[in-house]
């Protein structure tokens, strides 16, 4: 979470030019009437809170990806580009599908950050179904990459119903990711065989209606709530009550707050996770 | 081949080992467990000890004991907060025995997702070279019929086998999707329009399944898909059915009800019809009049059927 501007700060240009700046490269692209449109949604009390929670939003550019991704692989103890210099058998797996997408779009990504996009390196990168096949045992490495792990939990569900099997024979595993809570490194790592690797570790303070949050009075945490129950009565805090405000450029996490992006009868989001 | 008599593991001996240094087996993780059978299990294991050793074997690589069987004791005897419980020991399996071991002893449940072990399924037949149902089915103590299922799902890209194990359960597609297309993508008619690319027609079938149009509204739809491939086969429409079905894949709003042929519908009915009057035909030719000859009801039924059969050529203009 950044550092909102203070209470008195007002919604003028120059604020309307530094969100821009901010969100520029959002997959659904951000424009001054969409922000403008977004806070009237609240009442005119309340703007001024919603405009310091936009302020606040932590925004993952597609650069900042990249160099997180490239950051990430170049720590890992064993390896190499050279092949030869490598430390046995290293694979690279999409760890999840991507909406409407082929499935491997954050590898892709991955390849392209990496440079690893040229025909000498496609053995190293091989699908989940792959795995059983190749039988990585314990001198080998398997990358599962995805974007974000917001609780961990469905990473590490899918560990017990999926990839333990898929990896039997007791390989390195690491999922690596742009950006994951604390909750999230803790339980991969205490309920899996994996490591969880990431570019951002997001602990409590990133969560909006956490104690640690500072930024915002308790009064200002309610009333935003008032509209998160308005955009999505189901998860007025968004998924497992996580409460952040984190948007990557390809796609916000549904784990950030519904006003962000979700889209309702009664909410239009500035960070919509689905569009046409 | 081998057979299930070579898979078992010899007995090193029986000892205790610290609950804490053993590890479910991962060749079979998706053991789902009910509540109330692990509570009796507790209860029991509380009052009187675990009485039949778990067998594990030493995993040289990792340098740990691995559960071949047992798994239920162990999870009770963690929960209660056992330090030992005894175990037999034996050989270190190879990965055949060791999957087929976890086979044997674990029932496929209904609600298992089966890409995993369509998976498994695939390392044996390449493991053993035998890609016999039967003898598959023997080893691993599958059904024939689980063992065809996995073969369907092994016969997809990896692209769409992925599909079946993405981690999010919303974006995940059930195997049952993929065994129901099955039969409309290999047909050998519909392969060999010209139009016809499989991966394409996977997506976009993949499309219309989550499409809000609805136009599957179940995996089953597929089965009216291929009955309508085949009445049009049976009915010579073959060119009409590929336009048709070309619109259907490629346009998501088009409805199954668009690759009807009328023509090709009635006459798989007559068809059925005239199966159906064929029946009728043999009884009659076999009725023994003497035997019957008091059952009023049946001459009168038959006079109905007479007279309902001359109406009906009358209408037709078929009556000679």
């Known amino acids: ?276 | 081949m081998a057979s299930a008599q070579k898979m078992t593991t010899p007995t090193i001996g029986v000892k205790k080992i610290k609950t804490n240094d053993l590890v479910p087996n991962p060749h079979n993780p998706r053991i789902l467990f009910d509540r109330e059978p692990m509570d009796i299990l507790k209860a029991s294991i509380k009052r009187v000890g675990i009485l039949v050793p778990l067998t594990v074997y030493f995993d040289k690589k990792k340098k740990r004991y691995v559960i071949l069987d047992g798994q239920r004791r162990w999870t009770c005897a963690s929960a209660i907060g056992l330090d030992e419980v005894p175990v037999n020991q034996v050989d270190e399996p190879s990965l055949v025995q060791n999957i087929v071991t976890m086979f044997q002893i674990h029932k496929l449940r209904e609600d298992w997702e089966l890409m995993p072990t369509a998976l498994k399924v695939e390392l044996l037949m390449s493991e053993l070279n035998d890609r016999n149902d039967a003898r598959l089915a023997e080893l691993t103590g599958l059904d024939e019929a689980v063992i065809t299922r996995c073969k369907k799902l092994l016969s997809y890209s990896r692209e769409f086998q992925d599909r079946m194990l993405d981690p999010d359960p919303e974006m995940r597609m059930k195997a049952d999707f993929f065994i129901e297309l099955y039969p409309v993508i290999h047909d050998r008619e519909v392969r060999a329009f010209d139009w016809f690319k499989e991966k394409h027609v996977i997506n976009k079938m993949i499309e219309k399944y989550f499409d809000e149009s609805k136009t599957i509204k179940s995996v089953t739809d597929f089965r009216l898909v291929k009955q309508h491939i085949t009445h049009a086969k049976r009915a010579n429409q073959l060119t009409k059915l590929s336009s048709r079905l070309e619109r259907f894949v490629n346009e998501i709003s088009v409805p199954i009800s668009h690759l009807e042929i009328q023509s090709a519908t009635v006459h798989a009915e007559a068809k059925a019809l005239v199966k159906k009057i064929s029946a009728v035909e043999d009884l009659l030719a076999e009725l023994d009049i003497e035997k019957f000859y008091g059952e009023e009801d049946l001459w009168q039924s038959m006079m109905r059927l007479v007279k309902l059969m001359n109406a009906k050529l009358k209408a037709a203009d078929k009556r000679r």
């Not at chain 1, 550092?3 to 008195?8: D, H």
């Not at chain 1, 997959?27 to 405009?51: C, D, H, M, N, Y």
């Not at chain 1, 058998?89 to 999840?96: K, L």
Request: one cysteine or more.
């Open chain 1, 1 to 276: 979470m950044q550092k909102p501007l203070g209470r008195e700060a007002p919604i003028n240009n120059a604020r309307y030019n530094r969100w821009l700046a901010a969100f520029s490269g959002y997959v659904s692209e951000v424009t001054r009437s969409k922000v403008e449109l977004w806070l009237e949604q609240f009442g005119e009390p309340e703007r001024p809170i919603a405009a310091r929670v936009l302020d606040s939003v932590l925004f993952i550019g597609h650069q900042q990806i990249k160099t997180k991704y490239r950051e990430l692989l170049l720590g890992l103890s064993g390896w190499n580009q050279d092949a030869i210099k490598r430390k046995g058998r290293w694979f690279f797996v999409p760890f999840s599908s991507s909406v409407g997408e082929s499935g491997d779009s954050m590898v892709h990504v991955f390849r392209m950050a990496t440079g690893m996009t040229t025909r000498h390196y496609n053995n190293l990168f091989v699908h989940r179904s792959d795995l059983v096949r190749l039988r990585p045992g314990p001198e080998d490495t398997v990358v599962l990459i995805d974007d974000f792990s917001g609780t961990g939990r469905q990473a590490s569900t899918a560990w017990d119903d999926t990839f333990a099997e898929l990896l039997a024979e007791g390989p390195q595993v690491y999922l690596m990711v742009v950006a994951a809570t604390e909750v999230a490194v803790n339980a991969v790592q205490n309920n899996t065989e994996m490591q969880l690797i990431c570019g951002t570790i997001l602990d409590h303070r990133h969560d909006f209606f956490s104690d640690k949050c500072k930024f915002f009075a308790n009064s200002e945490k309610t009333k935003i709530e008032h509209y998160c129950k308005l955009a999505s009565p189901r998860n007025p805090r968004g998924s497992d009550a996580s409460g952040l405000l984190v948007v990557l450029a390809h796609r916000c996490p549904n784990n950030s707050l519904p006003i962000l992006h979700t889209n309702s009868q009664n909410w239009s989001a500035l960070f919509p996770r689905q569009f046409d």
